[in-house]
């Protein structure tokens, strides 16, 4: 099988300090818990910005004082998001595509977020694409519904974005797809053959998800974004402590762990 490449999605949007103690926030601590995550075999880093006082913030300045500060560490593999938190406007989320990522999130499509809706209208979408087609940054299309497979294969149709392909299902977000085993199942066999895949469960879903990602032949995405928890009532001490578990776990199995160079060669990223 396929080695395995783990996304470590450290900081998110939404979860503050008083949650997790432990989330990083400054671009010192994001690039350092980037870097401790690289060690423990992640090979993707997913990066959203926060200002001093933990405000989510898409500043342009501010993610490539991060992508600088991680790549003086180490080559894992930038990931800036797109999405932001759910009241960016598209001027604000597109920012971190100026700095040349090699690799940025792609939601294509709109959906439920707890209480909150993320807007993905085609135009923002499509302005998105084309930022990441024009600058050759690899999209990870995020998916958190069934429906944003077929908005990216239209997608493909017009030429904003090209095959192979790569998603992230993210399973569990409240009032969008439910972290089940059936429903991974069909989405994985909703996507094209030789697309690669990801899961991002959220909350107690993230171990599952993983799991079952690692003997499907999938990758995984853990990390603060998504969990807090390293399991029921017990907060992660660090990012660091959710990458080394499915590591073990993936090695146990027999599927070794993608380096950040094996990971461009499996998604096809050309640096
Ligand atoms: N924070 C969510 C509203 C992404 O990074 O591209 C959107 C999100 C997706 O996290
Ligand atoms: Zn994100």
Redesign the pocket.
């Known amino acids: 099988m396929e080695k395995l490449i783990i996304t470590a ?1 450290i900081t ?3 979860v503050t300090r008083e949650q997790q103690p432990n989330l990083p926030i400054t671009p010192d601590e994001i690039a350092e818990e980037a870097y401790r995550c690289y060690l423990a075999g992640a090979s993707i880093v ?1 990066v ?1 910005a926060r200002k001093g006082d933990g405000t ?1 913030t898409q500043n342009v300045e501010i993610y490539r004082e991060i992508k600088e500060k991680i790549e003086k560490k180490c080559n894992i593999i930038v990931q ?7 009241w ?1 406007s598209i001027e604000e989320r597109i920012q971190p595509l100026f700095i040349n990522p090699e690799m ?4 294509t499509g709109t959906c439920n ?1 707890g209480k ?1 809706i ?1 807007a993905n209208p085609q135009e923002y979408i499509e302005r998105f694409a084309e930022e990441m087609k024009k600058r050759n940054i690899k999209p ?1 299309i ?1 998916v ?1 519904e069934r429906g944003m497979i077929e908005n990216a294969l239209k997608l493909v149709k017009k030429g904003l974005i090209a095959q192979p392909l790569h998603f992230d299902f ?1 399973m569990g ?1 409240p009032g969008a797809v439910p972290a089940t085993v059936n429903d991974l199942v069909h989405l994985v066999n909703c996507i094209p053959e030789g697309s690669t895949w990801s899961v991002a469960g959220i909350g107690r879903h993230e171990l599952p998800l993983a799991l079952h990602a690692i003997a499907m032949g999938g990758h995984v995405r853990v990390g603060f ?1 998504d969990n807090i928890y390293y399991r029921k009532g017990e907060l992660a001490r660090s990012n660091t402590q959710l990458v080394e578990r499915v590591v073990r776990i993936s090695r146990e199995f027999g599927r070794e762990i993608a380096t950040p160079d094996e990971a461009r060669d499996i998604l096809k990223i050309s640096k």
């Open positions: 999605a998110g949007a939404e997913h959203h989510p800036p998001s797109t999405g932001g938190a759910v960016h940025a999130t792609l939601s977020f909150d993320f990870e995020e958190f993210v977000v974004e």
